[in-house]
């Protein structure tokens, strides 16, 4: 039984697995030789927003041959208070395989262990998987191998993406820049975790994990620039303080300027203009986004793939 529930937990083998199917299932899109999901129909558990990771899963589950049930989390007793255990054995003893955006990293591992079905985690207050595949997916589709290259994270560095993106970094050895304001820099122990999980292969690469307050040395020769909300779901009630607390690490030409030449500015979306990126740069660099945008339908088809082989 196959599950994504950390990039953490993710052998190095399913990376490339994984994003070497991509690949196929973007050339091939519309015309897909095999139907992994045939007479399938898996359960879509929401417990926050989306439209990026709703749509490519719900249109990618239904082009693999599949069905895609949409349960918003508070209409199903889950939201009453029905523990995720009793749900996790009622939908597993119907659906084939579940997708589960919700707070708590231990309601996907928890739903995973009861359900006994596939099980990916599209987004939690700790990791985003599925986006990190994606946006290696996409850096190497345009630059060539992720490995030795430079990445700068810039703004939250204690939120989920980072903390994918640490993982990330330690089984495919590229250097991974931090910039973060002291209070949303990530953790010690995200940090242990990653050295722990780190493969032989990715440090010979150049695979390192700095983490600082100076965005600008950072930014300096990276080969991507990559931001994310200032203010992730479930944070809003310290939206105010956030703004504060972030200004001015935002991508901006200036910025853009210090990396090298070509580099790559990519966000995960969705963007606010102003903050942690400026409309100029954002529009300037629509094509690489929106690309980092669509392929999260071949990523998630290559993941599902995956799930079920
Ligand atoms: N990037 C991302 O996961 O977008 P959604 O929140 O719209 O799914
Ligand atoms: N850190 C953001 C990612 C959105 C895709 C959030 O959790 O809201």
Known sequence: MKHLL?????????????????????????????????GQTWAMMFSKSSTRTRVSFEVGISELGGNAMFLNANDIQ????????????????????AV???????????FAEYSKIPTINALTDDEHPCQVLTDIFTFEEMRGSIAGKVVTFIGDGACNMPVSWIFAAAKLGFELRIAAPKEFQPSAEILKRASLCADASARQAGGKIIVTEDLKSAASGADMLYTDVWVSMGKEAEAAERIRIFNGYQINAPLVNLAKPGALVMHCLPAYRGKEIDAETFEANADTIFTQAENRLHVQKSILNWAVS
């Not at 889950?78 to 659906?95: C, F, K, N, S, W």
């Open 6 to 38: 950390s990039l953490e937990k993710l052998p190095l083998v399913d990376f490339e697995t994984i994003l070497r199917d991509a690949k196929v299932f973007k050339k091939e899109r519309g015309a897909h030789k095999t139907q992994p999901l045939k």
């Open 78 to 97: 889950l939201g009453r208070g029905e523990p995720i255990q009793d749900t996790a054995r009622v939908i597993g003893r119907m659906a084939h395989g």
């Open 100 to 110: 589960i955006r919700t707070y708590a990293q231990s309601d996907v591992e928890t």
